[in-house]
């Protein structure tokens, strides 16, 4: 019996980044911890960005937001104090931001290979705590891969073909719109319980306990009356 946790992520998105490491924090003191099954699932802030467009973080949220650059410093710096009360290391200046799509078709290679909660965080730790960027760079992905445990050749050759997994990326966002996840981390507890956000680790514990409790075996009130089964159904013996 166990539970399943869906989390939809995108590696450009900082809060993401927190929201796992506070999830992380609940579910590591959570009694069924062994139960439950964590699968990272794809979501793109900016769906449209072409693969061969990248630049500085702090233009694009001021652009995006209509405030100066000067108040966009001043957020990430916000930001990279939350990352710092969690034991996260974050750049606060001088990171970038691109299409993020190459990532999550990498992301379901590591599915595949067991791999995917490793290679997710190699994948922030590239993007919010180290200078060299990862957009547009596939000998970078490749390096960040296999620091994660994945194969040099299984990296190369899913980012050599633009099909290999993006329908599965594909499927993800459509799955999410359909969920009414318009912005990420959001997660979903065995298709029931949604939260979204980087919520603090109690939110998730208590999510997590609650989760478990629905999950409980059936108490069965009564037994021993006609049934059928894989063999077939048993005839009722008469007196």
């Not at 999510?207 to 009564?222: I, K, S």
């Amino acid at each position: 019996m166990t539970v399943q946790v869906e989390i939809w992520t995108d590696i450009n998105c900082p809060f993401c980044y927190l929201g796992k490491e506070r999830f992380e924090q609940a579910l590591t003191a959570f009694a069924h911890r062994d139960d439950v099954e964590v699968v990272h699932r794809s979501f793109e802030l900016d769906p449209t960005l072409p693969a061969d467009e990248s630049g500085p973080v702090i233009a694009k949220i001021a652009r995006k937001y209509g405030i100066s650059e000067a108040q966009a410093a001043a957020n990430e710096r916000g930001i990279g104090a939350q990352a710092a009360e969690l034991g996260l290391p974050y750049l606060t200046e001088g990171r970038d931001y691109g299409s993020s799509f190459d990532m999550h078709r990498l992301l379901h290679h590591a599915l595949a290979q067991d791999k995917q909660d490793e290679l997710l965080d190699a994948l922030y730790r590239a993007n919010f705590a180290q200078q060299q960027s990862l957009f547009g760079n596939h000998e970078r992905l490749v390096e960040v891969a296999v620091g994660a445990g994945l194969d040099e050749s299984g990296a190369r050759a899913v980012l050599a073909d633009p099909d290999a997994y993006a329908d599965a990326v594909r499927a993800d966002e459509q799955e999410a719109a359909q969920l009414g996840a318009t912005g990420v981390p959001f997660f979903v507890i065995d298709r029931k319980y949604g939260v979204s956000g980087a919520q603090p680790s109690t939110v998730f514990t208590r999510a997590l306990e609650q989760a478990w409790g629905d999950r409980q075996p059936l108490v069965q009130m009564a037994g021993g009356a006609d049934v059928c089964g894989p063999d077939g159904c048993e005839l009722p013996t008469r007196d």
